[in-house]
């Protein structure tokens, strides 16, 4: 299996790179996790678009979505063949933006049931609702052939189960918007939940994302390491880190 940060910014993109998106791909198949600002021009520097096989959201912030509507329009109006429809797969909590997701013979709404299992051409993802303003869902993502797996909390502030449904993942990527001393947030974790987080859950790979734009980020990831201390590699999100696992 193999993630592709395509964005990784929290609320707004700067520097011209983007909000939260990733590819992850197994055996030729492309499943784009969250489609914040600047999503497509990155994606089309690895795959076509047109060739995406699937798309799956965690919430609806604009932050996660906001490259959407323009990914539709483009499989709308530059199919060079016949192209299938796109599905996306969203919670249906808020049935306004759930329902925004279908645009006939160009993209399908699927709505995920958050207590059960879905699977997802060579993934099998199980969900953990999240603490956030707006129903938000973290993801396990399981490459079937290799029982591979990563994990991604969504925006979440921290709460004890997530240490569970973290267990023992190759690869967590986290929403670790604040500096250590911001604990019990409402929508966000800080780098010492992170790092506690990594700590319980004994990830192999830890990877900070939804980034704030004015902390220091050398900071944040020297706070993340200190509350963790068994062997895990810890990673600033960039635009377009590549990690196989």
């Known amino acids: ?7 990784f910014w929290g ?3 700067q520097k011209e790179e983007g909000t939260t998106s990733y590819l992850v791909e197994s055996d030729g198949y492309s499943l784009l996790l969250d489609v914040g600002s600047s999503t497509l021009i990155q994606l089309e520097k690895i795959i076509d678009p047109l060739t995406l096989d699937a798309v799956i959201l965690t919430h609806y912030h604009h932050d996660h979505i906001a490259d959407l509507g323009v990914l539709q329009y483009l499989r709308q109006l530059k199919p060079t063949q016949s192209v299938a429809e796109l599905p996306i797969y969203g919670h249906m909590e808020d049935t306004w933006h759930f329902d925004q997701l279908t645009l006939p013979k160009v993209s399908k709404g699927i709505g995920y049931e958050p207590s059960k299992e ?3 051409g060579p993934f099998s993802i199980t969900f953990l609702k999240t603490i956030h303003p707006v129903p938000c869902f973290a993801m396990r993502i399981v490459e079937k052939a290799t029982g591979k797996i990563f994990v991604f909390t969504a ?3 921290y709460f004890e189960e997530l240490a569970d ?6 690869l967590l990527i986290t929403d670790t918007y604040f500096l250590e001393g911001n604990e019990n947030h409402h929508a966000h974790l800080t780098s010492k939940e992170t790092g506690e987080l990594a700590e319980k859950a004994q990830v192999k790979k830890l990877v900070l994302s939804h980034l ?3 902390i220091d980020l050398a900071i ?6 200190k509350y963790h201390h068994h062997s ?3 990673l600033l999100a960039s635009t377009q880190l590549k990690i196989t696992i």
């Open 232 to 234: 895990v590699e810890t």
């Open 1 to 7: 299996m193999k993630i592709t940060v395509l964005g």
């Open 155 to 157: 925006d979440t502030g």
């Open 165 to 170: 449904f973290c267990y023992r993942a190759d």
């Open 212 to 214: 704030k734009q004015n």
């Open 118 to 120: 879905l699977e997802v």
């Open 220 to 225: 944040l990831k020297e706070q993340t390491e």
């Open 11 to 13: 609320g707004f993109p």
